[in-house]
């Protein structure tokens, strides 16, 4: 098993930056794949960002293609999720979740662990 905590939100204006962070604790770091997801109230929680298991190659869905990036750091155990040219509508929770190997990456029943999320909100 591994446990995940997120960190990093907050509230910025449009067009800023924000710096998402998960830490795992528990199972060895290399034995999951990671995404991120979001949930924004009155909505399905829904896909943002994936690694695979090498993490050379990631997925982004296409609503933050080219202005979010997914990346990891092995020797600290951590996740990131890099947010730039923020949107009013990228305003949600945000969640760190942890798939084993050969599960679709944009579903979150694919996804076996999940951290308790962070609040970002964007004004305009």
């Known amino acids: 098993q591994v446990q995940l905590g997120e960190s990093g939100g907050g509230l910025v204006q449009a067009g800023g930056s924000l710096r998402l962070s998960c830490a795992v604790s528990g199972d060895s770091f290399s034995m999951y794949r990671w995404g991120w997801f979001r949930q924004a109230p009155g909505k399905e929680r829904e896909f943002v960002a994936a690694l695979s298991g090498s993490g050379l190659t990631t997925y982004y869905a296409d609503s933050v293609k080219g202005r979010f990036t997914i990346s990891r750091d092995n020797a600290k155990n951590t996740v990131y999720l890099q947010m730039d040219s923020l949107k009013p509508e990228d305003t949600a929770v945000y969640y760190c979740?942890?798939?084993?190997?050969?599960?679709?990456?944009?579903?979150?029943?694919?996804?076996?662990?999940w951290g308790q999320g962070t609040q970002v909100t964007v004004s305009s």
């Open positions: 979740a942890a798939r084993v190997p050969l599960r679709n990456y944009a579903r979150p029943a694919e996804y076996a662990y």
